[in-house]
């Protein structure tokens, strides 16, 4: 159904709310695309539509599938062990993602823990309010904040705080930094790219930044990614060797123009101080 949708990235959640421990380390499996060959000919016109647009934009994958951890805790010492480097269960997972239950695991989820994505349920009611300065250091650091609008299919109370509380969060962002994804439970909670674009709109994002929460945000959340699991930085160390021509310049005697055609040497000081009187004479002169 998704890729009838015209959708070409998956990321496989794995959910947790407490302690990771090596059992919840990333044991999901890519789907097998070449499976899907078989499959009813809507669906094998759906993939060979994909793969079609990929040529056209000169793309080698028409079809992504990574995998995420999402971690739901009140708790901010459970969220610093999850989120530390040494942890392996979370460097299994090509996304990080936490969904803070409590203002201070969200004031620690913008200022220091290294996830991708901070996410919410927006159909309850928040127990904290979006300030812009908090979310405003986590876009600074690269971080994305991610809206899930199956919600706001379900029942009416659901939808009623979904709208209202997205439209809170994209004015304390400015729009910005923000991605939009399913959060699915079925199929037929799945919707294209251009309904979502302007659902997005009704709370509260431009239509610039809509298309942007669905195409180069995310395309920024997995560079983000990418570059966590990497070197922070790199330095190059060359050796110069000095040229021959400035070895022992020093000893060199330096010759100094003055006025006229006489010079002087810095290594001579009993002619410079001949030089100087000469010339206090001549002035005497000229001024009788």
Same mark, same amino acid.
């Given at each position: ?17 407490? $302690? ?20 009813? !000919? ?15 934009? !000169? ?14 805790? %009140?708790? /901010? ?34 200022? =220091? ?9 927006? !159909? ?26 199956? =919600?706001?299919?379900? %029942? ?13 969060? $994209?004015?304390? $962002? ?6 939009? /994804? !399913? =959060? ?16 997005? $709109?009704?709370?509260?994002?431009? %239509? ?14 997995? *560079? ?9 930085? *790199? ?29 002087? /040497?810095?290594? /001579? ?7 100087? =009187? ?11």
């Amino acid at each position: 159904m998704a890729i009838r949708l015209g959708i070409d990235l998956f990321a496989l959640g794995h959910d947790v709310s407490e $302690t990771l421990t090596d059992r919840d380390k990333c044991s999901m499996q890519p789907l097998d695309l070449a499976s899907l060959q078989s499959g009813t !000919s809507s669906l094998q016109d759906a993939l060979r539509m994909q793969q079609g647009l990929a040529w056209k934009h !000169s793309s080698q994958a028409s079809i992504n599938q990574l995998t995420r951890l999402t971690l739901h805790t %009140e708790d /901010s010492s459970v969220a610093a062990q999850a989120f530390t480097g040494a942890q392996a269960a979370a460097a299994s997972y090509n996304l990080l993602a936490i969904e803070p239950l409590s203002d201070q695991v969200l004031q620690q989820a913008c200022a =220091s823990l290294d996830v991708d994505i901070i996410t919410f349920d927006l !159909s309850k009611r928040l127990p904290f309010r979006f300030k812009p300065g908090p979310l405003q250091v986590a876009l600074k650091r690269g971080l994305h904040l991610e809206i899930c609008y199956a =919600s706001a299919l379900r %029942e009416e109370t659901a939808r009623r705080n979904f709208f209202a509380n997205a439209l809170a969060l $994209t004015r304390a $962002t400015r729009g910005k930094g923000i991605v939009v /994804s !399913s =959060s699915a439970r079925s199929a037929f909670e799945l919707r294209g790219p251009y309904d979502v674009i302007n659902m997005a $709109t009704l709370f509260g994002l431009s %239509e610039h930044d809509s298309k942007a929460a669905l195409t180069t945000n995310c395309e920024a959340v997995i *560079a983000h990614a990418q570059a966590r699991k990497a070197y922070k930085g *790199a330095v190059l160390i060359e050796a110069v060797r000095p040229a021959q021509d400035n070895i022992d310049q020093t000893s060199q005697a330096v010759q100094v123009p003055l006025a006229g055609p006489d010079t002087v /040497s810095l290594q /001579s000081p009993a002619k410079r101080k001949t030089l100087a =009187s000469n010339t206090s004479k001549q002035r005497k002169r000229k001024s009788r």
